[in-house]
């Protein structure tokens, strides 16, 4: 009897250091997780297309999270576009597309991939080739490409390919 209760106290024991260990390092994986995730940011804008595929101006919203850039558009009150990139580019109604064949249907197979990504999060182009800081932002002018970021603005321009992409920031 003694012997069972000496075993019954060393388990005890056992389970408390264990328990001591693991809570900390359980509760720090199921916090920690939860803690480094950011949400994701969004503003909205009046979206500006003129491409061969898109001619709209309309209000929407540009959400921006860790690795991912989504973009909807809203006519009369209504949804008319949902694009969503991260690994590929997926929108609403249309599928996921890979982002170079995304690029050669709506604006220019002559595109980096990750073109319409960083427009949308509103930062460098290609390699921050020709990359000036202006006082409000920056600006690239790379061949017949004109793009601007502002606080206020996405300015982006092709002349060759007659593409131009815009958000103004709504108040």
Known sequence: MATALLDDKKDQMTISRLTMWLLPILAGVLLGGCVMKKPPVTAA???????????????????????????????AGQRILRL???SLVCMEGEGCLA?????????SAAYPDDLFY????????MERRNLVHTDEGFEQQVGGIVYRVTAEQIYFRDLEHGILIKFKRLQ
């Open 118 to 125: 960083h427009l949308l999060r509103g930062e460098a182009i």
């Open 84 to 86: 969503q990139i991260e």
């Open 99 to 107: 982002k170079s064949a995304f690029n050669a249907k709506y604006l």
């Open 45 to 75: 804008y009046v979206v500006v297309f003129k491409t061969p595929q898109w001619r709209f101006a309309d209000t929407g919203y540009i959400r921006k999270g860790d690795g991912v850039a989504e973009l909807e558009v809203f006519e």
